[in-house]
């Protein structure tokens, strides 16, 4: 019978914070606190409506954001960041400025994905 290899702890986190948008909505949360989601959508450019929700609806089941709505009408819903949101602060510090130093060095150049660029790209 086949063995599985050990899972990376670190995998599922990872999976966690690579969906789409995810580490711009942390970063946010982080940067500038609590956010209304009118003004949380215009301080991540170019995300939808919908895919704002979805990220919002995903990070709250891990924990990650809180939501409040205030009896207000209209509603005021306001995200801000869990313990466990801010948990991840020096993490996505550390990796900006990783981003940063990586990007002056030419990294990112001719990559057509928005990332990393390929490891096959300097072959």
Known sequence: MP??????????????LMGPWTTHIIWVLSDQGPQRFGVLKRAVPGISTRMLTERLRMLQRAGVVWREQAETIPPAVTYGLTPRGNDLRGVLDAMGEIAERWKTEGVFEGDDLGGAASPNSRL
């Open 3 to 16: 063995r599985t290899p050990p899972q990376c702890p670190m995998d599922s986190i990872l999976r966690l």
